[in-house]
Every structure is written in C-alpha cells, then in structure tokens.
C-alpha cells in the first residue's frame, strides 16, 4: 500500500526548534526541568533524570514554547533521529539544546501516528540522508519542518496509532511500577542504614557511631570486583549486552539490553544478580542489577556480594546518595574523563548489622528485585511485538 507524502509542518499546529543555547543550569532540585537529548529514546521522554534552571531561566527559554501531553520531540543531534512521546502533564518542563517539537493537528494528524512514523523504517532512513556534519551529525532546523511522511486517510492515522501505543502505555505502566517498588527499597535502606532506625532501633544503644551487636565495615567486606574478560567471538552473537547506555540513571533495574553481535571490543562477563556501576563520568552512577548472563562494557565495574544475604544490601548501597556523593569526590581525573577506581570505591564504610537482621532486610529487598526483574522482562517482550508491529502497520501489510 502507498500512502501519499506530505511535510510534517503543514500538519501540525506547532513545529519548532528548541532554544539553541546551553540554559544555566542550578545544582539543586527546581519544580524546572530541562530534558535533553539523552532523556529521548525508543519512543518515549524519560523524566527521571533531568537538568534544573531558576524560575527566571524557565520563562525565558519557554517563550516560544514549552511541550504539553500529546506533544511529539524529535533530537537533532546526538544523536539524530530519537523520537519521544510526551505523555506528562507536568507543565514545568523545557526543552535543552537539539531538540525538535511537534504538536499535531488533531484534524490532520494523529499523535501517536506521528511518533509511530517518525520511528518507521523509512522516515528514520531519510533522517538520517539529512544528517551531516563534520564532527557530529545533525538535522538542520529546516529539514525538520519539512520532513515528509506517509500520510494515510486520519481514521487509519487513529488505528494505527492507538494500536501501537497500547504497547507503549503499558510499558509506561510497568516503569511507573518500578519507580514505585525502586523508591520504596530506597526509603527502607535509608530508614535501616542512613538513619538507623531499624526494627528493634528503640532499645538498640549507639555505640562509637553504630548500633551494639552491628559491626562498621568496608565495601570490600561485603563484596569483590569480578574482571572477566572476554572477546565477543568467543561467545554466541545473541548473548546478552548491557552496555551503560542501557542502564537507566537513578534506576536499578533494566528495561532493555543488546547483544554481543553489536559489539567489537572485549567485554566483562557477568553473572544474574550480580551488580553493574558506571564507572567513567558521562555514565557515572549508574547502577544495574543484572537479570540475565551476559557481558558489559570495559567502562563498567561488576560487582559480586561474598555471601547471598549481602546482595539487598550491597545492591542498595551502591545504588545510594551516600555512596555516590563519596564516590564522586574520589574520582580520578583521566587523560579524557574523570573514572572513578575500585580501589577506593571498596574503601566506602557502612554499619552492617548482625546476620539475623541483616537477613531480614535481604527478605524484604529479594522480592522487590524479583519484582523488578518480571517486570523488565514483560518490557522487553512488549517492546519486541511493538517494533515487529510498526513496521508491518506502515507499510500496509496488515489491515487496520
């Protein structure tokens, strides 16, 4: 089926560029967040990491627009042709540098269809004809006015586009899920090993910093470095890969992963279980939980707890404010980017309390985990029958 071609930008209420300077950020929390070009992918617009600006800063790079539910945002560059739906209702977020809005005409265009289209095959084909540049590849603000896409008849537009977005919304769904179950894990070990008010907390005495009968101890008590060094033809090409694009920042769990097929260098093996931090600055702190065997970057450090009570709270330890904040000033600065090393990382000292206990709170944090790790897996799958959907939809193979 050949549907006829037109420009997005006739299509649309509102087709605009960002403002294309950096906006001052602040280092600390603002009901004003800046999304940025990594905060686009596979579809969605992730909120959970997000740069902050000054009230006075929001309203000046919001006067052109700002996005709203329904919206649509396309990155630019770095890299190019990522394709977001913007399903928020927070009305206090801008867009960073890079980024393309969209807002459909209801009359003309579906939403969800263009965020669908926008991901096809062919559109993503042309995106990337457009790109160019020297350094790093980008879209001209005026190839994205006048993209052309497969326009069929609006009843269609709907079809396709509701049909397709019922995966993405229950995707959505099961990452709302995991925020839930993540932050609730997080309140219990700040309730338990921040603030020391564990069961029992009220007729435990402090002693030299620690509750009596829980002993101070390093990271290096609790767990070791695995560096198991592998080359990608050594293993089968579906084996999985985490790289640290993967890991999803202020997260612990996956929603999706690669293969060793799409790398060349050497990878470290990993274990289920065990724990992948980002050790190099641009992916610093993020920390995954792994939910299948597989390999991960050089650039990652794998982490296996010494005994099987210990993962709840290794795992939540590294995933920590307390960790990172002492991690961060430790890091080495490199002949590129500052790393963090292992060798002080294992220094970080934490009360651990006595075995009874302690197994307590891995009781309470396995299933969590467990939790986290069915939920990523029917993530996984959702997003498989979407992309083998998409493709079939657009080009007219199946009826809607």
Known sequence: MSWPMRRVSELCLLAVDCVNKTAPRVDYETPYKMIRTTNIKSGFVYLNDVGY??????????RRSKPQYGDVILTREAPVGEVGRFTSNDDNVFLGQRLFQYRADPELLDWNYLAYV???HEVQGRLRNMGFGATVEHIKVGDAESLLIPYPPIDIQRRIGSMLAAYDDLIENNRRRMALLEDSARQLYREWFVRLRFPGHEHTPIV???PQGWERKTLSDLCREVRDMVLPEALEPDTPYIGLEHIPRRSISLNDWG???EVTSS?????????????IRPYFHKVGVAFVDGVTSSDAIVVRPTDETLHGLVLMTMS???FVAVTSQQMKEGSKMPRADWKQMKAFSLPVPPPGLLKSFDDLIQPTVEQLRSLSFANQKLRQARDLLLPRLMNGELAV
């Open 53 to 62: 600006v000054s009230e006075d800063t929001f309203e000046k790079w919001t």
């Open 118 to 120: 926008l991901q096809s």
């Open 208 to 210: 030299d910093g620690v």
């Open 259 to 261: 293969t060793v097929e």
């Open 267 to 279: 990878k470290c093996r990993f274990k289920t279980g065990e724990i992948i931090f980002g050790k």
């Open 320 to 322: 920590s404010d307390e």
